[in-house]
């Protein structure tokens, strides 16, 4: 059984940085694509971030190129999630997915995490 668990969410303020893991146990990780949805209250899930097995292919939302960065650590089993230069509608509970391939593209998410709250003061 896979299970992807979140970690590192928190209370920031505007323009402060926060770095969110998800350690997943259980199957290959280094085998799957890894990626990062938020859902804001009252708002559906959104793609924010993905990485292909290896950590070298890596897709954004317009929405936090340039300030979030996503990587991705086989040897640890963990995909991470680096949010520089907050923004208050970044709020959000986080969530870490596991693809069903090793590229995003054409893939579906299979495995989800409970989800970390972030929330960015104004």
């Known amino acids: 059984q896979v299970q992807l668990v979140e970690s590192g969410g928190g209370l920031v303020q505007a323009g402060g940085s926060l770095r969110l893991s998800c350690a997943v146990s259980?199957?290959?990780?280094?085998?799957?694509?890894m990626g990062w949805f938020r859902q804001a209250p009252g708002k559906e899930r959104a793609f924010v971030a993905a990485?292909?097995?290896?950590?070298?292919?890596?897709l954004y939302a317009d929405s936090v190129k340039g300030r979030f960065a996503i990587s991705r650590d086989n040897a640890k089993n963990t995909v991470y999630l680096q949010m520089n230069s907050l923004k208050a509608e970044d709020t959000a509970v986080y969530y870490c997915?596991?693809?069903?391939?090793?590229?995003?593209?054409?893939?579906?998410?299979?495995?989800w995490g409970q989800g970390t709250q972030v929330t960015v003061s104004s």
């Open positions: 259980g199957g290959t990780f280094s085998s799957y694509a």
């Open positions: 997915a596991q693809y069903s391939g090793n590229y995003p593209r054409g893939n579906e998410r299979r495995y």
């Open positions: 990485t292909d097995w290896s950590g070298s292919y890596l």
